[in-house]
């Protein structure tokens, strides 16, 4: 007897007529009247549940299976056979039938075996990984995240864990959440009786950590080729199908580079894990080109199969003016593109991944190279059709003078940046990196709608209570 996983038991990889045992939960039960239950059992291993037939012979038939529901616990035994029934390849002819947990009160479960909207899915983010979507979700999630590590280990990069709390605010964009100590059981009260949250962490302002870039800048320039990938959270208090306050980055960083290695880098990056996506998540992927987006799949194999088109900020406004499209924003030199702009770009204009580069200064973060023209950095945004923005890069500001006069300007004090400072003094070197949502990338390749089903406990204005 031998215990294997249901993607293993489906797989082909074991001998028909082997004796094996299954552990699950139960997706769907059917009863013939001769006798004889269906019960399909899933682990998650796999897309598809593997069918166990248990007949009426087992000592607990009329008293348990008879009575398994949908999310019941099993663990069954007997024997693998090539399934006589269409649709699957193998199936269990039970010898015995372990319930390890029934479902108290069945009619109320919240995973019926019925395809339930993914609002309502999102308030039961607990049982949501039951569901046929969210377990797809989550494998496609892991296969990602393994294919970007493999992609940069391949390519010769060192992951770096830089920390969750900072004290600098590294994209200068105030939308951050403080980190403050306190005795949680026993909390300072104001005069009001409301918890005081304190201002500090040890004696200095704290905070969580908008993006690992700045930390990995300084590893950059030691190790050369390197990347964050980690949490990051931004106090954004935006209700939107794009944003989340707690989302996963993906940031490389690469010495002796300027912009157009970092587009390679993205283009490569990008391909490289749609690749495995679709060449390990088969099952899946079928599935959420049929249930979530026709075209998904499509989609990405375009994207591996096309070169980026790469486009100047500037001449991309010109483009967008002289665009027969009517915007809800018009266009204008100096303001950021808005979605429907990039989505014009990378669908309409030319029906591929985009990189545009060159940003006006004024727009972008204070780290960023500015131009010899003096008014753009050398920032790029990737847009992929379908989507918009996926990735933010830039090359960064390596020469002192010029990062401190836009500190300056940015309204940052750069005592408070001394350390950043430091790689300018120190054997600077140019140096570019990106930054990529990885739950944008999740939304890309599953075909979803809204950011909130990328990840398995969505933090967004008034959600927490997973
Ligand atoms: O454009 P952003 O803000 O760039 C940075 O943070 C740089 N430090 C990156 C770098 O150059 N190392 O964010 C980068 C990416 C965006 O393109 C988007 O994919 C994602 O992070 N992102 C979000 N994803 C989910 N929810 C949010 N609130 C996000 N904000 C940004
Ligand atoms: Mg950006």
Redesign the pocket.
């Known amino acids: 007897m031998q215990v294997v996983s249901v993607k293993k038991a489906l797989d082909g990889s074991i001998a028909p007529d082997s004796k094996v045992e299954v552990r699950g939960w139960v997706r769907t039960r059917r009863d013939s009247k001769a006798g004889i239950s269906f019960v399909n059992v899933t682990d998650g291993s796999t897309f598809d549940p593997i069918q166990v037939v248990a007949p009426n012979t087992l000592p607990n038939y009329e008293k348990e299976v008879l009575h398994l529901t949908a999310g019941s616990s099993v663990v069954c035994r007997g024997t693998l056979v090539k399934s006589q029934g269409k649709g699957q390849s193998f199936e269990v002819q039970a010898e015995e039938v372990k319930v390890l947990g029934f479902v108290d009160d069945p009619d109320t479960y919240p995973i019926q075996p019925k395809q339930h909207t993914l609002e309502f899915l999102r308030e039961v983010a607990h049982l949501r990984p039951r569901t046929n979507t969210f377990g797809a979700i989550t494998r496609v999630r892991h296969v990602a995240a393994q294919a970007v590590h493999r992609f940069f280990h391949e390519e010769g990069f060192f992951w770096v864990n830089t920390p969750i709390i900072t004290a600098s605010d590294?994209?200068g964009a105030g939308q951050m959440f403080r980190v403050s100590t306190l005795d949680a059981m026993n909390p300072p009260r104001t005069d009001a009786g409301k918890i005081d949250w304190g201002k500090d962490f040890f004696g200095k302002e704290a905070y969580l950590t908008?993006?690992g870039?700045l930390n990995v800048e300084a590893y950059c320039l030691a190790l050369s080729k390197v990347y964050t990938f980690g949490p990051t959270f931004?106090a954004?208090n935006s209700n939107t199908t794009?944003?989340?306050a707690e989302?996963w980055?993906i940031?490389p960083e690469i010495a002796f580079a300027d912009l157009n290695e970092d587009a390679n880098l993205a283009e490569r990056f990008l391909k490289y894990v749609f690749k495995a996506v679709l060449a390990e998540c088969g099952p899946d992927m079928k599935f959420f080109e049929e249930r979530q987006q026709k075209g998904v799949i499509e989609r990405m194999e375009k994207f591996i199969n096309s070169s980026f088109e790469r486009i100047d900020y500037t001449d991309a406004i010109e483009i967008l003016k002289k665009a027969k499209k009517k915007f809800d924003y018009a266009p204008e030199w100096g303001n950021d593109l808005q979605t429907e702009h990039e989505r014009y770009l990378t669908e309409e204009h030319v029906g591929r991944p985009v990189v545009v580069m060159n940003y006006p200064e004024k727009i972008k973060a204070f780290y960023m190279r500015l131009n010899e023209d003096g008014r753009t950095v050398a920032a790029m945004d990737v847009l992929a059709p379908g989507i918009g923005?996926?990735?933010?890069?830039?090359q960064r500001e390596e020469r002192l003078d010029m990062l401190d006069k836009r500190m300056v300007q940015f309204g940052l004090k750069p005592e408070h940046y001394q350390w950043y400072r430091d790689l300018r003094r120190y054997g600077t070197v140019p140096h570019a990196?990106?930054?990529?949502?990885f739950?944008?990338l999740i939304v890309y390749m599953c075909g979803l709608q809204n950011?909130r089903d990328a990840i398995p406990y969505p933090r967004v204005p008034g959600s927490a209570q997973f």
Do not use: K, N, P, T
């Open positions: 590294a994209e908008v993006s870039q931004r954004e794009r944003h989340l989302f980055m940031e923005e996926i990735i933010g890069g830039s990196g990106f930054g990529l949502g739950e944008r950011i």
